[in-house]
């Protein structure tokens, strides 16, 4: 397929996965269409005990895992008032005024339910209320139900999450904006590195992973990369570029089309050092493949690469991700030429993975 083919690919994958709701802990939606997706391209697939997806394409040589986590940030009910409005937590890393004004879709015990984050109207703040930012303790959702009986009688509880109402639009240049990019992006270049792998033989063992609750602590990374134990890892997710006003240069060099982030280390290190070993892998494919990619190193969040590397005595372990501005919050941007790269990128790799990492 032609690059303006998987282009048009890419953007149909995202809009199903960024479209479809699975916050943290409650990935099933999520899990179930990555299933259908990589079927076709794997020969055993299984879910953990966590709810982590794990698909396995065999070959002879070294074992990689690439994991993708599935969740998105959301919310969930923590009471309900006489009147029937939802006061709520967030579950992942919100800023609060994100939040204010905007649709939500609760998942019910009798299915979906639409609600909104509502707000004391503008005519009727102090001045003094005008200067305040809203704390996400003083929001609540409205469902339009009568009381709280009504609102139990929906389908609603104490416990029942809730996720943005946003859907995938394509804005100019190939840039395209949604919710939950993070990390439904992760997701995409996993099921399209596995359904080019599937094109020719592999040496190396290759281990899909969809991994739940990345959001809120990494977790799924952690059990399931201790039941594979590969020999090299990758993360697949998305990271802060510094291309757009509010944002220094200086905070982040990274820009959106310029190609996919090989990270050296997140968290000024208390996260992930990237391993000299695959940092190397992967900046030679890129070399010698003309790939367009940037070298990112973070002071703030990190991924699944930290769980992954400190299991059992250690596993050669790097994050690769896709420069997304606006992270955590109903508008994500990104460019889908950087996943183009990204994928080919990754492919690349493993099929020269025995030059770098041994079968042990």
């Known amino acids: 397929m032609e690059k303006g083919g998987n282009l048009r690919e890419i953007k149909s994958l995202l809009e199903k996965f960024t479209n479809a709701h699975g916050i943290s802990g409650f990935e099933d939606d999520i899990r179930e269409l990555l299933e259908k997706e990589l079927e076709p391209y794997v020969d055993t697939m299984r879910r953990d005990c966590m709810g982590n997806l794990i698909a396995l394409k065999k070959g002879e040589g070294p074992s990689i895992m690439l994991a993708a986590h599935m969740d998105e940030i959301g919310l969930m009910v923590r009471y309900i008032d006489d009147n029937g409005f939802l006061r709520f937590v967030g579950i992942g890393g919100w800023f609060d005024q994100t939040l204010l004004n905007q649709r939500v879709v609760l998942h019910g015990k009798k299915g ?199 299991t059992k005595e250690g596993i050669p372990t790097g994050t690769v991700s896709i420069a997304t501005r606006y992270i955590h919050s109903p508008v994500e941007v990104l460019d889908t030429a950087d996943i183009e790269a990204c994928v080919s990128l990754i492919v690349k790799a493993i099929e020269r993975i025995d030059k770098y990492f041994e079968n042990c």
């Open 112 to 310: 979906s339910i639409p609600g909104v984050i509502g707000s004391k109207p503008p005519h009727v703040m102090k001045e003094e209320d005008r200067k305040k930012p809203v704390k996400l303790d003083d929001m609540f959702i409205d469902i339009g139900a009568k009381d709280r009986e009504d609102a139990e009688n929906l389908g609603i509880e104490i416990g029942t999450v809730a996720s943005i109402d946003r859907n995938f639009v394509p804005l100019a240049n190939g840039k395209v904006t949604s919710k939950a990019f993070d990390n439904r992006a992760g997701i995409v270049i996993l099921i399209e590195v596995m359904k080019r792998l599937s094109k020719h033989k592999i040496e190396a063992n290759v281990y899909a992973v969809g991994t739940v609750q990345e959001e809120v602590g990494l977790k799924g990374a952690r059990t399931c990369a201790f039941g594979i134990c590969p020999n090299v890892a990758l993360a697949l997710d998305t990271t802060i570029p510094g291309d757009h006003p509010g944002i220094n240069k200086t905070d982040s060099s990274l820009e959106l089309g310029k190609g996919p982030v090989v990270t050296v280390a997140d968290a000024s290190g208390r996260g992930l050092i990237a391993h000299p070993q695959v940092l190397k892998w992967l900046k030679e494919t890129a070399a010698e493949n003309d790939i367009p990619y940037q070298l990112g190193v973070g002071s703030g969040g990190t991924t699944d690469a930290t769980s992954i590397h400190l």
